[in-house]
């Protein structure tokens, strides 16, 4: 079959380096242009374009793929089927009819649960057990199409956002050879989502990473891995006769310790060891970053930094 991948961040890695191990033709990338701003790049280049180069496929990256002017390239492709995984933008019934079987996208989630554009940090959030990869047959609907394969795995207690998307995007490219396979046979017998079973999974806010104290230290705990590493969890130390200090927090163990001192205040902060009330126990940070700093263990924190017990962490 003639693919075209169409995905911009890393969670396609492994499922694009996957297509040139089959018996199929990949005559394309389609990726994002890396953000602008006062004309300057704000971040590198896709890697997929990379892989792409290595492997002599032309590579398009234009701000619309459903718009007038790109139309005559998505039907010179003569594309069998558009392979979607982390791409950024919603396929039109139009673009998905331009190939001949459509489109496939690799969602981060267990469909119909978790929905948009970061499953992976929301499943994380909400303190979810288990996960994983779901193959879906595309519609023009944000990730509502009729389910092809899937895969679960398990969450560890330590993994962060970023440790998960590694191995949820190593489970995607094993999907992929038995779902090609299908889809070139006719094989393929694809399971409608329950809607009523449906979850929303947004894109992250800077905002989404400021800790509210009210919260149990648990569900602080889920929240700092699951900013991480983009928009970090942080917090506001507020300091008499000063203004308050952002800090971004490290990993947090949770201790189940009752504690009268309202969320937010500092219970302890001696040598190594600093903890902060919440709505439900208490967490212990293990490092902190200073605004325009580098992040400091606890230890070297408080050689530098007059924080003591009875002072309060919250927001700005």
Same mark, same amino acid.
């Given at each position: 079959m003639r693919l075209v991948m169409m995905g911009t961040g890393p969670f396609g890695e492994p #499922? +694009?380096?996957?297509?040139?191990?089959?018996?199929? !033709?990949? =005559?394309?990338?389609?990726?994002?242009?890396?953000?602008?701003?006062?004309?300057?790049?704000t971040e590198a280049p896709s890697q997929l374009r990379q892989i792409a180069l290595e492997h002599g496929t032309p590579v398009y990256e234009p701000e619309d793929v459903n718009g007038r002017e790109f139309r005559? !390239?998505?039907?010179? +492709?003569?594309?069998?089927?558009? =392979?979607?995984?982390d791409y950024g933008q919603i396929l039109s019934a139009d673009t998905l009819a331009a190939a001949r079987l459509g489109g496939i996208n690799v969602h981060a989630s267990l469909l119909p649960k978790y929905r948009g554009a970061a499953p992976i940090q929301w499943a994380i959030y909400h303190g979810e057990s288990t996960t994983g990869v779901s193959i879906i047959h595309m519609t023009p609907q944000l990730d509502a199409g009729p389910i092809i394969a899937q895969a679960g795995t398990?969450?560890?207690?330590?993994?962060?956002?970023?440790?998960?998307e590694r191995r949820l995007a190593y489970i995607a490219s094993t999907l992929m050879p038995n779902v090609l396979n299908a889809l070139e046979k006719g094989a393929v017998k694809p399971i409608p989502q329950d809607p009523a079973k449906a979850s929303k999974a947004p894109r992250l806010k800077k905002t989404d990473g400021l800790i509210d104290w009210s919260r149990p230290a648990q569900a602080i705990r889920n929240q700092i891995r699951a900013v991480q590493p983009w928009p970090t969890a942080y917090t506001f130390w507020h300091r008499a006769q000063s203004p308050?200090?952002?800090?971004?927090?490290?990993? =947090?163990?949770?201790?189940? #310790?009752?504690?009268?001192?309202?969320?937010? #205040?500092? =219970?302890?902060?001696?040598?190594?060891?600093l903890r902060v009330a919440t709505g439900q126990g208490l967490v212990r940070l293990s490092s902190l970053q200073p605004a325009g700093k580098r992040m400091l263990s606890v230890e070297e924190f408080l050689r530098g930094y007059p924080l003591k017990a009875g002072h309060r962490f919250g927001p700005p």
């Open positions: #499922t +694009f380096r996957k297509l040139y191990e089959l018996p199929h !033709q990949v =005559v394309g990338l389609v990726t994002s242009r890396p953000r602008l701003r006062r004309g300057r790049r005559p !390239q998505l039907l010179e +492709f003569r594309a069998d089927l558009w =392979v979607v995984c398990s969450i560890a207690p330590e993994e962060t956002a970023e440790d998960l308050p200090l952002r800090l971004i927090l490290g990993p =947090v163990e949770v201790e189940e #310790t009752v504690t009268l001192e309202s969320p937010g #205040t500092v =219970v302890e902060a001696v040598g190594d060891r």
